[in-house]
């Protein structure tokens, strides 16, 4: 059975920093590509970084320059450190894998194009963790 586990959402201050890990289990590290993605309220689902195939990383231009993803195989376990939070950057974030590789590279396309995507569009999501910025 393949669980995704987010963790370290919390609060922080405009222009504080956070660091997101997402745990995989059932899936060998490899055999996946993930990626980041978050949510507002009443808005859709979108892309934030991404990490597939041999360590290809992807931005959306929103978060360039802030946001950094990285993976660490041992833990099977994947981070987004958040720096320089801003108020408008949504709350909840989500982790998602996807083992097949046309879906990997539509993945990498939606962060990069900045476009939504659906709870069901990717094979395996996490429950999310939130976020809040504040002034």
């Known amino acids: 059975q393949v669980q995704l586990a987010e963790r370290g959402g919390g609060s922080v201050q405009s222009g504080g920093s956070l660091k997101l890990s997402c745990v995989v289990s059932g899936l060998p590290f490899g055999d996946y590509c993930l990626g980041w993605f978050r949510q507002a309220p009443g808005k859709e689902r979108e892309g934030v970084a991404s990490f597939v195939g041999g360590g290809t990383i992807s931005y959306a231009d929103s978060v360039k320059g802030r946001f950094t993803i990285s993976r660490d195989p041992a833990k099977n376990t994947a981070y987004l450190e958040m720096n320089n939070l801003k108020l408008e950057d949504p709350d909840m974030y989500y982790c998602?894998?996807?083992?097949?590789?046309?879906?990997?590279?539509?993945?990498?396309?939606?962060?990069?194009?900045?476009?939504?995507?659906?709870?069901?569009?990717?094979?395996?999501w996490g429950q999310g963790t939130q976020v809040t910025v504040s002034s």
């Open positions: 998602a894998a996807e083992s097949r590789f046309p879906e990997c590279i539509r993945m990498q396309t939606t962060v990069i194009v900045g476009a939504s995507a659906s709870a069901t569009e990717f094979q395996f």
